[in-house]
């Protein structure tokens, strides 16, 4: 499944990611998940 792949990487890079930078990271893979979810609803 794409979207649990992504969730998983996701995940890896936000605890990766220091407190500033935090809000962007989540801000930037949620319109990417919710991008993914449109093009597999579409599909």
Same mark, same amino acid.
């Given at each position: 499944?794409?979207?649990? +792949?992504?969730?998983?990487? +996701?995940a890896l890079r936000l605890r990766n990611a220091d407190g500033r930078r935090l809000a962007d990271v989540l801000k930037i893979e949620l319109i990417n998940i919710f991008a993914l979810?449109?093009?597999?609803?579409?599909?």
């Open positions: 499944m794409v979207i649990k +792949t992504k969730y998983f990487h +996701t979810c449109l093009v597999e609803l579409t599909a």
